[in-house]
């Protein structure tokens, strides 16, 4: 199994930045996509951002030129440093990380805990 762990939430003030870090442990043979997702309260969950195993990214309109993701495949660490945050943000991030716990078999997705993100105006 693969365990994924969240840092770096907080509170931050409109305009302001913050980077969260995603950790994954375990029994790893690969890790394939890697991503964020966030849900804010009383809606449901969303796609984020994602990076592929060879670097390429993708990311929902609403946070184009404002979001970056990053790798470190070498530490099998995830990272999304957002830039002028907007209230609209606040949610609680979940990390995401499709990946082999074995060769012999399919890959699946695994889940973080989650770290809240709040955005004040």
């Known amino acids: 199994q693969v365990q994924l762990v969240e840092s770096g939430g907080g509170l931050v003030q409109a305009g302001g930045s913050l980077r969260l870090s995603c950790a994954a442990s375990g029994r790893i043979f690969r890790i394939n996509n890697m991503g964020w997702y966030r849900q804010a309260p009383g809606k449901q969950r969303e796609w984020v951002a994602t990076?592929?195993?060879?670097?390429?990214?993708n990311y929902r309109d609403s946070v184009k030129g404002r979001f970056t993701i990053s790798r470190d495949s070498a530490k099998n660490m995830v990272y999304l440093q957002m830039n002028s945050l907007k209230p609209e943000d606040t949610a609680v991030y979940y990390c995401n990380a499709n990946a082999n716990s074995d060769p012999y078999y399919l890959s699946r997705d695994y889940w973080g805990q989650g770290t809240q993100v709040t955005v004040s105006s």
């Open positions: 990076i592929t195993s060879g670097g390429s990214t």
